[in-house]
């Protein structure tokens, strides 16, 4: 079965997509089946690889999540064998509100997505989700639905601000809906090791959480921000950069801690 692992931080801006997309890159490229999950109305991640969220022929995790389509029928082939994504709409924005008039219970709303999963989960060895900027029903669905959770943490002022929030959520999500979610790692991301600042930050994460920050740090690298506008992970925009070669290592990372 495979492995479900959410991509989440309330905080905007800090990497969930550029992880989520070359992580899932990577993974594919180490010759494991993946599914990315596009769970953000912003769509950052469909438009990323190259599809265009405005065309996707109502067959999006939005339609998935209020019960219209099976998870089957919306995935896409990428440019990359062995990767698969479930495409997001602007439209899941109003996933929120059509869940909370539908579906009276609680527990039961945000248990949608794990639902939807189980038709597909035996046919992906990982499945990773692009969350949103937001503690808020679809991403409760994805911390319901998944086994682990990365943290991506931008390596700048204020790093730290709100993860206790963050945390104290998966804490709720661990005391009643799912008992099971672990975190898998957290990363430090945008990391510029000229900055002392940057330097302060990552030392500072070390302290707070220890071994279970990643050892991969993933470093400014200017490719990494150039690859969505051409549709591609960087591991096709540029398979020699800095940024393709920091996804490669944690990819890498998250096979030997899931095969221990
Ligand atoms: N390592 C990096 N080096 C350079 N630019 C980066 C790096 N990681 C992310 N970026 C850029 O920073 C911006 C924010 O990144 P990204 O979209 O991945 O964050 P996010 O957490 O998904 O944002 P949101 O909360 O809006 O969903 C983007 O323009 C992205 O291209
Ligand atoms: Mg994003």
Known sequence: MGKVISIA?????????????????????????TLLIDADPQANATSGLNFNPNS??????????????????????????????????INLAGAEIELVENIESIEERA???K?????VRDKFDYIIIDCAPSLATVTINALVASDSVIIPIQSEFFALEGLGKLLNNIKLIQGEL?????????????FDSRLRLAN????????HFGSMVFETIINRNVRLSEAPSHGKPVILYDAMSNGSNN??????????????
Not at 200 to 207: F, G, L
Not at 247 to 260: D, F, R, T, W
């Open 115 to 119: 639902k939807a999963l189980v038709d």
């Open 247 to 260: 996804y490669l290592n944690l990819a890498k990372e998250v096979i030997a801690k899931n095969q221990q």
């Open 9 to 33: 931080n309330q905080k905007g801006g800090v990497g969930k997509t550029t992880t989520a997309i070359n992580l899932a890159a990577s993974l594919a490229v180490l010759e494991k089946k």
């Open 56 to 89: 996707t022929d109502k067959k999006t995790i939005y339609e998935v999540l209020v019960g219209i389509r099976r998870m089957e029928e919306i995935l896409l082939d990428t440019e990359i064998k062995n990767l698969s994504v479930a495409p997001s709409h």
């Open 178 to 190: 799912n008992p099971d979610l672990m975190i898998e790692g957290f990363l430090l991301t945008m």
């Open 200 to 207: 302060q930050v990552a030392d500072e994460v070390r302290r």
């Open 111 to 113: 248990r949608q997505l």
